[in-house]
């Protein structure tokens, strides 16, 4: 028996960075959405053991996040841990600010629960996966939410308007750990409108939420990843409402009210940009 699950990406319609805490970790306020681009995570009971199966470079010699978090699933549930082979069939581009390998995590996680712990409920689930990842939490709600102290505290809010998503990723990664640390070394002088856009959220107002898209990320981006700027502008010609990066980068992404003008702007994107998608809001998960 193979069990099957969707795991959608996320993009973030603002990133705020308010502090670093006592335990290392920033707090943040971000207003985070999924979207319909998604890997598929499938699991089969095997005889023992925990083998992951996927197109990526898998780390030699650690445990990777999705036996952590099957190990931190059965440990919590009370139960030992069963043989299992976890396959990833990705297609969010990986490394990208997305939340790809989160949301693997989150789909594997509800898999684990409707097969062998029914009754443990959401919260708990989502204790769970703070463990292996701050953005774990809310790839396993999904929807529209404000997300706050590392990303675990979270708060529904109205869906994102109708709309269409261009996301498109240049041909790099950018760690992280040198966002952080830049964002740390220099003054942030533009803030998202975090208050703002939960409001234009709640009025179902697509224009106010495009005027609000914000990520303080991108004040710290070094000088050699301009061509996020580049993928910015361009989405903007093709007729983008607005546009921001989703995470640390590097994907940006593009909103549109026409669903004709988006995959338009995706095909072209798609020329220079393999990794280019046209995609829409998807809501809660279940």
Known sequence: MVWEREAPAKINLTLDILE??????HEMRMVMQTVSLCDTVQVEE????????SALHLPAGKKTLEQQAAEAFFQAAGLPVPGLCVRLIKRTPAYAG??????????????????WCPDMTDAKLEEIGLTVGSDVPFCLR??????EGRGE????????????IVVCKPDFGIPTPTLFARVDDAPITCRPDTVGMCAALDEGDLTGVASRLCNVFESALPAEYGEVFAIKEK?????AMNAAMSGSGPTMFGLFRAEE????????????????????????LH
């Not at 997305?98 to 629960?113: E, F, N, P, T």
């Not at 708060?155 to 308007?161: E, G, S, V």
């Not at 003008?261 to 994107?269: E, F, I, P, T, Y």
């Open 235 to 239: 989405l903007m010609e093709l007729g």
């Open 142 to 147: 999904g929807g529209t939410a404000l997300a």
């Open 153 to 164: 505290v979270l708060t529904d809010l109205a869906p994102l308007p109708p709309c269409w």
């Open 98 to 115: 997305m939340g790809g390998g989160s949301a693997d995590v989150a789909a594997l996680l509800r898999i684990l629960r409707d097969h």
């Open 46 to 53: 095997t005889a023992e053991g925990f083998r992951l199966e």
């Open 261 to 284: 003008a988006a995959r338009q702007a995706a095909l072209a994107l798609q020329q220079t940009y393999r990794e280019t998608y046209c995609v829409c809001p998807v809501g809660k």
């Open 20 to 25: 670093r805490r006592p335990d290392g970790y």
